[in-house]
Structures are given as C-alpha cells and as structure tokens.
C-alpha cells in the first residue's frame, strides 16, 4: 500500500521560509486527491492546504497568500512552499492522500505521513 514520506522541517525565524516534501511510494498518485495538515501541541489536527488530480487547489485562511501547495507527477513527490513563516505555524505537519476525488474526501484521508516538525521562532 501507499507510504507517505514527510521532510524538510526544521526551526526558522519569523518571516523566513522552508519548502516541505512528501515522498509517495507504492503507488503513482496522480489521480490522488493530497493534503497538508498539521497539528500544534494541545490543538485539533487542522487542514489547511488541499490539491485535487486536475489541479484544483484550495487553502484555509491562515495560510492564504503564504503557503502554496504543489505536485510533481514524474518524481511522485508532494510540496508545500512557505513564506513569510509566524511563530503560530509552528505545528507538526502532515501530508495525506487518498485515492476518491477531493470532493468526496472530507478530513478521512486514507493514507497519513508520519509527519515532520516546523518551528517558527520569534
């Protein structure tokens, strides 16, 4: 089955930038909806990014105008570039997919990253 593979996390200073990937093995995800989550200590696990198999993106307010979400088919890999960093980003982060379209998957992704760490400090 698929394995998602997170990296690129790290510690930055507020206003700085860092570009996370998620490795997709096992399977092609291009008919894949994908998805960035992530999750601060003590908070509900949140989305905030989304991109469909036709390319279709969607982000949460928090995010918007900072973070962009993006694919590579040929290398089978998952980004997030993000600017302008704040200290509340920091969280751990999460990609997701699953194989129904985006608008028939809601929070139930079917595969799960095991997630890697962004800190923004102040």
């Known amino acids: 089955q698929m394995q998602l593979v997170e990296s690129g996390g790290g510690s930055v200073q507020a206003g700085g930038s860092l570009r996370l990937s998620c490795a997709a093995f096992?399977?092609?995800?291009?008919?894949?909806?994908m998805g960035w989550f992530r999750q601060a200590p003590r908070k509900e696990r949140e989305e905030f990014a989304r991109?469909?198999?036709?390319?279709?993106?969607s982000y949460a307010d928090s995010v918007k105008g900072r973070f962009t979400i993006s694919q590579d088919n040929a290398k089978n890999t998952l980004y997030l570039q993000m600017n302008s960093l704040k200290p509340e980003d920091t969280a751990m982060y999460f990609c997701?997919?699953?194989?129904?379209?985006?608008?028939?998957?809601?929070?139930?992704?079917?595969?799960w990253g095991q997630g890697t760490q962004v800190t923004v400090s102040s």
């Open positions: 096992g399977y092609a995800y291009s008919d894949y909806c």
């Open positions: 991109i469909d198999s036709d390319g279709t993106t």
């Open positions: 997701a997919a699953d194989p129904r379209p985006c608008s028939w998957v809601g929070s139930h992704f079917g595969y």
